[in-house]
């Protein structure tokens, strides 16, 4: 069965930092492009990052662009989002994500919290 686990999230203080982790079972990430999201109360979830199955192509909200870093480790079937600079805006659910066969999966989430 396919599942995405995240992991990483905490509460941090402004300008501090913390890597996200999203790994995979059931499949194999190499193939696939894999996102990262989040949502804060009381607002739509947004994209945050992805990179393409290669790791070659990477994308980022301008929100966080120059602040994260999205990297992956294929050999451990594992997705990284290194956060520096943190903000309180960037306070929020992070969740990973792949399209998979014609199916969206997500993680369960983690909370992310930083502090001014």
């Known amino acids: 069965q396919l599942q995405l686990v995240e992991s990483g999230g905490g509460l941090v203080q402004s300008g501090g930092s913390l890597r996200l982790s999203c790994v995979a079972s059931?499949?194999?990430?190499?193939?696939?492009?894999i996102g990262w999201f989040r949502q804060a109360p009381g607002k739509e979830r947004e994209g945050v990052s992805c990179i393409s199955s290669s790791g070659g192509s990477t994308y980022y909200a301008d929100s966080v662009k120059g602040r994260f870093t999205i990297s992956r480790d294929n050999a451990k079937n594992t997705v990284y989002l290194q956060m520096n600079s943190l903000k309180p805006e960037d306070t929020a659910v992070y969740y990973c994500n792949v399209f998979y066969r014609g199916r969206q999966y997500w993680g369960q989430g983690t909370q992310v919290t930083v502090s001014s």
């Open positions: 059931g499949f194999t990430l190499d193939h696939y492009a």
